[in-house]
């Protein structure tokens, strides 16, 4: 595992191309486990706090429960629209909740959260994928980063 700064540091040109399709929209899709270990997919915010990325979600919700029972996850950023443009983006990993006070003020502060209670989750990073379509139009870009392979890209027909 890794954290998304560790990441950033390895693959500097995937890590901003992973990065802006997660900035490009608001809403994304996260997978988690439920408790009888089936999966369960739910719409999710994400940002950039700092060295990581982190989703807070509402108090009690089921993917907090979720993650708090089985930390596995998966995010799927929102695919846009049918172009393509920019690829598509997933990152497998593990959350952590944050809990320490200091932290979770300085992510109210820099994201402007509402107040009230929340949860905060830190991602650490066990791959990377982004996928998209050559600038000639005929095949698929598979490019995929784990920490202990680097970046590796696949072309597919």
Do not use: C, Y
Not at 17 to 28: L, N, S
């Amino acid at each position: 595992m890794a954290s998304w700064e560790q990441f950033a540091l390895d693959a500097p040109a995937l890590a901003a191309a992973v990065r802006a399709r997660f900035e490009a929209t608001r809403h994304h899709v996260l997978a988690t486990l439920r408790a009888d270990g089936s999966p369960r997919v739910s719409g999710t915010e994400v940002q950039f706090h700092g060295p990581d990325l982190t989703m807070g979600m509402m108090p009690g919700s089921v993917k907090a429960r979720d993650l708090q029972h089985d930390p596995r996850l998966a995010l799927h950023s929102n695919p846009g629209d049918s172009t393509m443009a920019g690829g598509d983006a997933k990152v497998s990993g593990l959350a952590h909740e944050v809990t320490a006070e200091a932290e979770l003020a300085a992510f109210t502060d820099e994201v402007q959260t509402p107040p009230g209670p929340f949860h905060l989750f830190r991602v650490d990073v066990a791959e990377v994928v982004l996928t998209s379509l050559h600038p000639d139009g005929d095949r698929l870009v598979i490019e995929s980063w784990r920490p202990d392979q680097g970046v590796s890209r696949v072309e597919r027909t």
